[in-house]
């Protein structure tokens, strides 16, 4: 098969073509040893680390999609509306919460995440308001959307969970040839 190897494509739970516009009927992954921590563990930097490498490689689908399917890109990707507003009330809400972060972490990080936030907001609201470029974003990315499957101790895989992309995914996407490469 060609396209990108098996280790650097996206993994999803795979869904099965009997899925329809009213159910996906998705894999039971817990049978091959995935299961979700709960909401509000602490995860680990080794879960981190790789939580955002797959998050990275979900991004990417959006520039691959570009490049090979630009009709679809076009339609379905760029198409979309952000579901959030920049403003004052915005730039408050970030504010009180670098606030809040810089009174609750370590000194010795302090500077550099002071600096890091340095007119977050302006450069967020730059982000949204460059209509040049269009990427996936999962809705709802956090340790308890993630399936891990932990061998001998160590994460060996994670599977990031989205339902409602699942269902974008499904509806849109599921007979384009692109999927079955970039896809796990």
Same mark, same amino acid.
């Given at each position: 098969?060609?396209?990108? #190897?098996?280790?650097?494509? /996206? ?9 329809? $516009? +009213? ?23 080794? @879960? ?12 990417? &689908?959006?520039?691959?999609?570009? $490049? !090979?399917? #630009?009709? @679809? ?9 952000? #579901? ?16 809040? %972060? ?6 010795? =990080?302090? !500077? ?12 967020? %609201?730059?982000? @949204? +308001? ?19 499957? =932990? ?6 895989? &994670? =599977? #990031?969970?989205? /339902? ?14 692109? @999927? ?5």
């Amino acid at each position: 098969m060609d396209g990108l #190897p098996i280790k650097e494509r /996206y993994k999803t739970v795979k869904s099965y073509e009997e899925s329809d $516009a +009213e159910i996906i009927i998705m894999e039971n992954v817990a049978k091959k040893g995935f299961k979700t921590g709960h909401r509000m563990d602490v995860v680990s930097l080794e @879960f981190a680390k790789m939580a955002i490498e797959e998050l990275a490689k979900f991004h990417a &689908l959006s520039f691959v999609l570009k $490049a !090979k399917r #630009p009709d @679809f890109f076009e339609d379905q990707v760029k198409i979309r509306k952000i #579901p959030y507003k920049t403003g004052e009330k915005w730039h408050k809400l970030a504010q009180n919460i670098i606030n809040i %972060t810089l009174d609750n972490i370590d000194e010795g =990080i302090k !500077k550099r995440v002071e600096k890091f936030c340095d007119n977050i907001g302006e450069r967020f %609201t730059v982000c @949204f +308001e460059n209509e040049s470029v269009r990427n996936l974003c999962h809705g709802d990315y956090r340790a308890n959307n993630i399936l891990v499957k =932990i061998v001998d101790g160590k994460i060996s895989e &994670l =599977i #990031p969970v989205d /339902y409602q992309m699942m269902y974008l995914l499904w509806m849109s996407c599921s007979g384009l040839p692109i @999927f079955h490469h970039v896809l796990y």
